[in-house]
């Protein structure tokens, strides 16, 4: 029996990919694992049943056998480390490329999204202006430090690992901010993760759930 993860059933992010089941499903893309998506409403998140798997209520979970997972890059991590094509064999490269999936969540992701959710939820407010630069200036803290580590080169580390893999998916929340154009070599680094063909497969997955979501609401 293939793994099964949760997604929503209509993704507030309008199919632009950044919900957080795409990490999941970009890594099981990667690894050449088939999977089964069970979809949910924002009601059934908060049902007995999911909280079950997900104590806060949110996605993705992950099901396989006896075993429920929940937080991204928790599943990530349990995917490449039973299939090979994620983390390198060499023990300290496997731990660096760890390493950079913790980075990606604990130091990268916080800031950017903060910046989101200010830009989606307090353009109406009489001090978004004043606080805006602010939220910018610490998105651009990290991402001169990122930059400054990636140089000219294609992957964090090495060949492309999970690390990257959590990069990317973090990073792409940026696409509507414009501060990606900032930094061409992030910006560079960004389209190479999206021009792979496990992500072009999650991501059009994922896409036609919530295609599929639009289209049942217009017929109604």
Do not use: C
Request: glycine share 6%.
């Amino acid at each position: 029996m293939p793994p099964t993860i949760t997604a929503f059933a209509n993704s507030p992010d309008r199919g632009r990919g950044q919900a957080r089941d795409m990490r999941v499903r970009w890594a099981l893309e990667e690894v050449g694992q088939p999977y089964d998506v069970r979809l949910v409403s924002f009601e059934d998140m908060k049902a007995p049943a999911h909280l079950a798997l997900h104590p806060f209520g949110q996605i993705p979970t992950y099901e396989h056998g006896d075993l429920a997972l929940f937080e991204s890059g928790a599943i990530v991590l349990h995917i490449a480390e039973r299939h090979a094509g994620l983390l390198p064999t060499e023990p300290n490269a496997r731990a660096r490329a760890i390493a950079w999936m913790f980075a990606a969540l604990s130091t990268l992701e916080p800031p950017i999204v903060e910046l989101g959710m200010a830009m989606l939820f307090e353009r109406d407010k009489s001090w978004y202006a004043e606080r805006l630069p602010m939220l910018q200036d610490r998105v651009r803290v990290r991402l001169g430090e990122l930059s400054r580590h990636l140089g000219d080169a294609d992957w964090l580390d090495g060949a492309f690992s999970a690390g990257d893999l959590m990069m990317v998916t973090v990073l792409r929340r940026l696409h509507t901010s414009g501060l990606l154009n900032e930094y061409p070599d992030i910006a560079a680094y960004v389209a190479r993760g999206e021009a792979r063909p496990a992500f072009r497969r999650a991501f059009d997955a994922q896409l036609a759930i919530f295609t599929a979501a639009s289209k049942g609401s217009q017929d109604r």
